[in-house]
């Protein structure tokens, strides 16, 4: 218990958290401080070029077995499953329409990658091994929520179309992270070595650089929802994430993950796409509303996860291990 707490603190005053926060009070504050959109999206690409590498790579190294069978479906599953649980919750404590509450819906099932780079960072800070594969589980949990939101919406009736289904499938977080994985999987620990001064040594650094840049969004976020983000949505936006760690940190003891599977699985049902959800949602659900469900994933649930939620799942995974 005492080393899962020291671990805790450990993220807390990480320089990736420290620098989300600073982004985030500077928006508040208002100061004028911004990263060009063109370098935020090119980061964003970098870290999960990065990441699917690496995963890629360390399937290559050590195999694929039925545990990463498993995982995958496990994914699938909590990826279609979480989202009729949020939906249920708020169509019992919000007024809100049903197209609302199934695009919010949508987020909680799917996932957020940037939220997954940094339980990756806490637990390689840590020293904790994960299973690489995992990374190729949070691409897998990024459509099923988004499919099922649309059948919520409709009322189980024609909710995506073909086109619509292509555009979620070919999702740039999608091809970039599977693409990387693949490629990693492909050449292996050679591979890894010769562009590790590419994607592991700056790693860190473009990291906390993009959280500084996700700070200042939550921050404008927050300021022009205030009159959205009622007290009972606030509330979901911190509680959801629990239910999904709670139904994570289950799946990942009957699979039989590692200490750092585990907690990755609880991080990846814990988090609230705020990238490749709304992206799809514009396409599919054009009259849900931004407002609500962006700041809502991106302004609550984000920050929430980034400094309290990713330390008590480490200490969920420790303790239930």
């Known amino acids: 218990m005492d080393s899962a707490l020291a671990l ?3 993220n807390l005053l990480s320089p990736m958290v420290l620098f989300f926060v600073l982004g985030l009070l500077a928006s508040l504050a208002r100061s004028d401080l911004s990263i060009p959109e063109a370098i935020a999206k090119g980061m964003s690409l970098y870290l999960m070029l990065a990441i699917g590498f690496k995963g890629g790579a360390s399937v290559a190294q050590n195999g694929v077995d039925a545990t990463l069978l498993w995982s995958l479906l496990a994914g699938v599953v909590l990826s279609a499953a979480i989202p009729l649980i949020a939906f249920g919750a708020l169509t019992l404590t919000t007024s809100l329409p049903r197209v609302d509450a199934a695009a919010i819906a949508a987020h909680y099932g799917s996932i957020s990658i940037v939220t997954f780079l940094a339980a990756v960072q806490a637990l390689q800070t840590a020293g904790i091994a ?3 594969y995992m990374v190729a589980v949070a691409a897998a949990m990024e459509t099923p929520a988004i499919i099922v939101a649309l059948w919520l919406a409709r009322k189980g009736g024609g909710g995506m179309d073909s086109g619509t289904l292509r555009e979620v499938l070919l999702n740039g977080s999608i091809v970039v992270l599977l693409g990387s ?3 990693g999987w492909i050449t292996g620990a050679d591979g890894l070595k010769s562009i590790a001064p590419f ?3 700056p790693f860190k650094g473009v990291l906390c650089l993009f959280l500084l840049d996700m700070g200042l969004i939550a921050g404008r976020g927050l300021r022009d929802a205030r009159s959205s983000l009622t007290l009972p949505l606030v509330g979901f936006g911190i509680y ?5 760690a709670v139904l994570g940190l289950v799946a990942a003891h009957l699979i039989g993950l590692s200490l750092g599977g585990t907690a990755l699985l609880i991080t990846l049902c814990a988090s609230a ?3 490749a959800v709304p992206a799809a949602l514009r396409l599919a659900l054009p009259e849900a509303r ?3 469900y962006l700041p809502l994933s991106l302004g609550v649930t984000f920050p929430f996860n980034l400094t309290l939620g990713i330390p008590l799942y480490l200490i969920l995974a420790s303790l239930f291990h």
């Open 290 to 292: 931004p407002a609500i």
């Open 199 to 201: 994607i592991v040594d």
């Open 181 to 183: 994985f693949a490629i």
């Open 130 to 132: 994960h299973e690489g």
């Open 273 to 275: 796409s705020y990238i």
């Open 8 to 10: 805790a603190s450990a």
């Open 240 to 244: 959801m994430p629990l239910i999904g």
